[in-house]
């Protein structure tokens, strides 16, 4: 039986990445973002499902639920970002709000929407994936909204687990460090294409997005009574938030 598996946030990035990784895997994946063209061109090449989702809405969270059916194997909650850099004293409490918003409530909803399916998982082997980051691990200046949401992430996991314990589904996280991909500190910067190259300027060798698909695709075939509680990587570069080496 094919297994299927979603992908929230797969129109760009790690999730277009899980997806296609997911999908040269064997699963039928249904590919999940605001952004109908990249989700029908996504699934269009992977063969598999696209559905226009936006996370943080409940109406099109349970429109996803019932494309998705009676039986999920994987869900990846990939859906998620950091809008604005500003300290705490200066920051904007609707950039908090979003980014609360799509990190912890948006993956809270999708999540309820589709446990019914992922318990009904064939052998008792269903999967949840959070996608959190290292931004969830530490705080550091400027981080403000999204590594308290970041933090929120985790925190939801671990919780989410514990509930779980004695139910036929696993939970776990990937924590990714830096990661150049397309559009992540672009939307962060709000389009500023040089704020959004600072982020990555000197690092011969960030993760890429095939990096953490490759993880997530690792930490989700594993045999159904492994868990793999939290994967962190990061780029060789950056031995932490604080120490990262550039060439300069
Ligand atoms: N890049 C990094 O350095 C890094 C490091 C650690 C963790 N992460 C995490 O990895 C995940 C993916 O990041 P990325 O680097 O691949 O960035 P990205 O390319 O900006 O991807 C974000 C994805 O989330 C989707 N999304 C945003 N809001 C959504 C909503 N309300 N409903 C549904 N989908 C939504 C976007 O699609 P639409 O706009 O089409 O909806 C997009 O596909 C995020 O959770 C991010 O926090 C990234």
Redesign the pocket.
Known sequence: MTRHAVV?????????ATARSLAATGFHVFC????TE??TALAAEIGGTAVT????DPASVTALAEVVGERLDVLVN?????FGAATVAESDPDDWRRMYE??VI?LVQVTRALLPALLAADDGAGIICN?????GRIAYEGGGGYTVA?HGTQVVTETLRLELWDQPVRVTEV???????????L?RFDGDAEKAAAVYAGVAEPLV?ED?ADAITWMVTRPRHVNIDELVLRPRAQASQFKVHRAH
């Open positions: 929230t946030g797969a129109s760009s990035g790690i999730g277009a999940a973002a605001r952004r990249r989700v989702c936006d996370v943080t990939n859906a998620g970002g950091a799509v990190n948006g996608v959190g980051s290292t931004a970041k924590a990714p460090g830096m990661v150049r991909t397309d559009e992540f500190a939307t997005a953490v």
